[in-house]
């Protein structure tokens, strides 16, 4: 079987499940998950995007997208204990200006 045959025959037993590692013009990958090309680009010159020049293009994988997008996720910071609200009873810790400058 020539080179061709093998290559049809392997697309066929597997077909397009690496279709996350192939390379896309940043355009289309912009379309595909609601970014423009413009953050795509800017994405890579900061760093946190890797792309592929290809003939001096840039162009990138949605694997390569998604692994961003993961990097990029900002989760809302919730606090580290909670204070329940006093009845005013308690006095606050610390000592205010004022109280200082009675004092005086």
């Known amino acids: 079987m020539c080179i061709e045959g093998l290559l049809r025959e392997k697309v066929k037993l597997c077909p397009m499940s690496e279709d996350a590692d192939r390379v896309y013009p940043l355009k289309e ?3 595909f998950f609601g970014l423009t090309e413009r ?6 010159r900061s760093g946190s995007l890797e792309l592929h ?10 694997r390569q ?21 006093s009845t005013g009873a308690a006095k606050p810790c610390g000592s205010s200006k004022t109280e200082r400058s009675e004092r005086a």
């Open 65 to 85: 997208v998604r692994e961003m997008l993961k990097r990029c996720r900002v989760q809302k910071n919730l606090p580290d204990s909670f204070s329940s609200q």
């Open 29 to 31: 990958l912009g379309e």
């Open 39 to 44: 953050e795509l680009e800017t994405a890579y």
């Open 53 to 62: 020049l290809i003939a001096r293009k840039l162009r990138g994988s949605k």
